[in-house]
């Protein structure tokens, strides 16, 4: 029996700090106590003009290699999910690989938008299970979409943050560690809702590059309220059934965390606590595909999560793209 173990974590944060007060100044009203009573968050980072998002990757990703204790050129493959890619093409992954000097690792970037961190992980360790040429794979989830604000819009510009997470799986023998299932799910009909539908800096017109504002983030249309909440709960019904555990076996839930009240409704649904989730987005803004990693890593490394604790990663973001993973420690 072959499996996929978490052996290793890490994340990492710009250093500029801004504080909700940021942003009363910048939209000349006061936006703080709205984004404290009804989101928790009370401070963000952002990256400065020349850090992007792979300076975010190669960071988080030197930690988790120092935590996992291997080297990069112990790498077998390189997994980044980012809707906030370097490049529209090559991979952000490819340059990683560079970076890191991780020769023997293949990359690709996976986009399913804030769910695809939880994608890249289950892809990641279905390779480790079928395939015994993986034996080491580092997945991250980055996020750079200070880069992609528009400056002026208070739904977007006080909500979205930057920074990376990353894990690494390696593969275990005769273990009741690792991997234990994953589901993906799409309800493509939100598709056009929430995004970002331009590439560069604009739309190309006649030939001509026009500066039409969409290739910033956009809330297009709002999502109905109790979306997230019910997609989690049925999720994690499901995951539960086929890990054979009860739905109070779970230790932690690692979830998306642009809305906290979608989680405590979620965990109401599942007649759990709310100490049940693991929380950032007070500290970090929401971080997108990178909010979940950076979550696993600050509760490994703080003692939170420890051996033999069942935990559940469920992310999901624009498209809408619904992704759950569990894991046993």
Known sequence: ????????????????????EYFNELL??????WLRE????????????????????????????ESAGIRADELDQIIISTDTPEYISPSTAAILQDRLGAKGAGTFDLNSACAGFVSAIDTASKYIIAD???????????YAMSKYLNKSDKKTVTLFADGAGAVILCAAENTESGFLNAHQFTQGQY?????????????PVNHKVVDSGKHQLQFVKKFPKDLNPTMWTEMSHRMAKEANIDI??????????????AIYEMLDNLGLEKDKAKYIMHKYGYT?????PMAIDESFRSGEV????????????GGLSFAGAAFRI
Not at 40 to 51: A, G, P, S, V
Not at 132 to 142: E, H, P, S
Not at 248 to 261: A, G, H, R, V
């Open 132 to 142: 015994k040429q993986y034996r080491n794979i580092l997945v991250i989830g980055a």
């Open 288 to 292: 997108g595909s990178a909010a979940i």
């Open 1 to 20: 029996m072959r499996n996929a173990i978490i052996s290793g974590t890490g994340s990492y944060v710009p250093k500029r700090l801004l504080k909700n």
């Open 191 to 203: 598709h056009d809702w929430m995004g970002i539908y331009a590439g560069g800096t604009g739309c």
């Open 248 to 261: 109070k076996d779970i230790s932690k839930f690692f979830m998306t965390q642009i809305n906290i009240n």
């Open 306 to 317: 420890k051996n033999g604790d069942i935990i559940f990663l469920i992310g999901s973001g």
């Open 38 to 65: 009804n989101l928790t968050i009370e401070q963000r980072y952002w990256c400065d003009e020349d850090e992007s998002t792979i300076d975010l990757c190669e960071k988080a990703a030197l930690k988790a290699l």
């Open 28 to 33: 000349g009203e006061d936006v703080d106590t």
